[in-house]
């Protein structure tokens, strides 16, 4: 009678074939992301070296909704640094504009996107700007009734989809520390529920029903105005 193999050959041989059924997964995720990673823009500078990714991710496969991101990483350890959304106004408004004008990123000169990397914000975070929801910026749907459809609650739907999918796509950003942010309409909570605080509770709710490692590591959100409606 054959001998079985010993306990500690059995958990090596099933953590061999559990890493070999994850790295397909893991080797589409880095392809992904290198494909999105912005090598360099007209007119950045040399220093501070930047680490930024920007592309689409789609949230609705049947009507054809993507979004367009605008990622970049933390200066040093974006690994261990929290991971900022910043979030705009709707009416077409690009979040983009946030990007160049607002943070700290970038400023438009003659036409020209030119980095202008201070490192306030990045030396603290990773930040990854959205444009929300379709229809804005770059983002596009290829249903037009879609478009008539974008009330809080259909951009919470559509961001939290995009989040869900750019997490499969950087992964090594999943349990980071996270947090929303945005300015108008976005991060405007005197009613109830605008992008900001909508989205922020549809993650906390969503995580309510998931297991732990599927959650979203929401630790809390910023608005700009004064006063918000707890329900």
Request: glycine share 6%.
């Amino acid at each position: 009678m054959a001998s079985s193999a010993p306990p500690t050959t059995r958990l090596l041989a099933i953590l061999v074939a559990f890493s070999l059924l994850l790295a397909p997964a893991t080797m589409a995720a880095r392809d992904e992301q290198e494909s999105d990673r912005v090598a360099f823009l007209p007119g950045q500078p040399r220093s501070p070296a930047v680490s930024q990714f920007s592309g689409y991710v789609t949230v609705n496969e049947r009507n054809g909704r993507a979004l367009f991101y605008w990622f970049f990483e933390a200066h040093a350890s974006p690994e261990q640094k929290p991971l900022l959304l910043w979030l705009n106004g709707g009416c077409e408004i690009t979040q983009l504009l946030s990007c160049f004008k607002v943070k700290t990123t970038f400023s438009v000169v003659s036409e020209i996107c030119i980095l202008l990397m201070f490192g306030l914000l990045l030396s603290e975070a990773n930040v990854l700007f959205l444009e929300s929801p379709v229809g804005v910026g770059f983002s596009y749907t290829n249903t037009t009734s879609d478009l008539n459809k974008l009330d809080d609650r259909f951009v919470a739907e559509d961001t939290y989809n995009f989040l869900v999918n750019w997490f499969s796509r950087f992964p090594q950003y999943k349990s980071n520390d996270f947090y929303i942010s945005g300015e108008s309409y976005a991060g405007n909570s005197v009613a109830t529920g605008h992008y900001v605080p909508q989205l922020a509770e549809l993650v906390h709710e969503r995580n309510k029903h998931l297991e732990r490692n599927q959650h979203i590591n929401l630790k809390g959100f910023v608005v700009s105005t004064y006063k918000l409606h707890l329900l």
